[in-house]
């Protein structure tokens, strides 16, 4: 199996921030890495697929990026309704495997 | 647009076979290529992918649960479903459905809690 990690695992920031978060696979998954957000006791919602493609509907304040082992996720600008826990996961072979999560929280 | 809504009992009892059903709204099962999957969140962690039907039938499974878990689905009815058999309190968790659109999962089901206990 791919194993996926992320890093931070939870983080701290202001409304208006510019978040980073990043997220590793243990061998090369070319651009096959997608971006979640999950809400408490709501279903995860896709946000980019396929490394830096921005789902319809997302705001362009998210952005993706990377290639191979290594990937990132962009949130320019939070807004309130940002806060919520960001998973990766990665679709280049199955079992299809997620990273275990990054929670943004308010400062 | 497509919606998916899992339904099932919320408590199984250990050793027994856990039975939850997805039904899609707004577009039809049989419709583009996509896959419908289970995926697994347990209580305050992370994601875990089950495995995947197309509407014609072919699975994948996950290598941790193979041995136990059945994916299956109704056209007839729009609706696909998961079996999961000799439950432990290891399998208690919030239980997704969601399609797989190319390699991607969009969109999800709200989710529903699964408890095994006596």
């Known amino acids: 199996d791919i194993q996926m990690t992320q890093s931070p695992s939870s983080l701290s920031a202001s409304l208006g921030d510019r978040v980073t978060i990043t997220c590793g696979a243990s061998q090369s998954i070319s651009y096959y890495l997608n971006w979640y957000q999950q809400k408490p006791g709501k279903a995860p919602k896709v946000l980019i697929y396929s490394a830096s493609s921005l789902q319809g509907g997302v705001p362009s304040r998210f952005s993706g990026s990377g290639s191979g082992t290594d990937f990132t996720l962009t949130i320019s600008n939070l807004q309130p309704e940002d806060f919520a826990t960001y998973y990766c996961q990665q679709s280049y072979s199955t079992p299809w495997t997620f990273g275990p999560g990054t929670k943004v929280e308010i400062k | 647009q497509v919606k998916l809504q899992e339904s099932g009992p919320g408590l199984v009892k250990p050793s027994q076979t856990l039975s939850l059903t997805c039904t899609v709204s707004g577009g039809s099962i049989n419709s583009g290529n996509y896959y419908w999957s289970w995926i697994r969140q347990h209580p305050g962690k992370g994601l875990e992918w089950i495995g995947y039907?197309?509407?014609?039938?072919?699975?994948d499974y996950n290598p941790s649960l193979k041995s136990r878990v059945t994916i299956s689905v109704d056209t007839s009815k729009n609706e696909f479903s998961l079996r999961l058999s000799s439950v432990t309190a290891a399998d208690t968790a919030v239980y997704h459905c969601a399609r797989l659109r190319s390699s991607w999962f969009d969109p999800w089901g709200q989710g529903t809690l699964v408890i095994v206990s006596s």
């Open positions: 039907i197309s509407y014609s039938g072919t699975t």
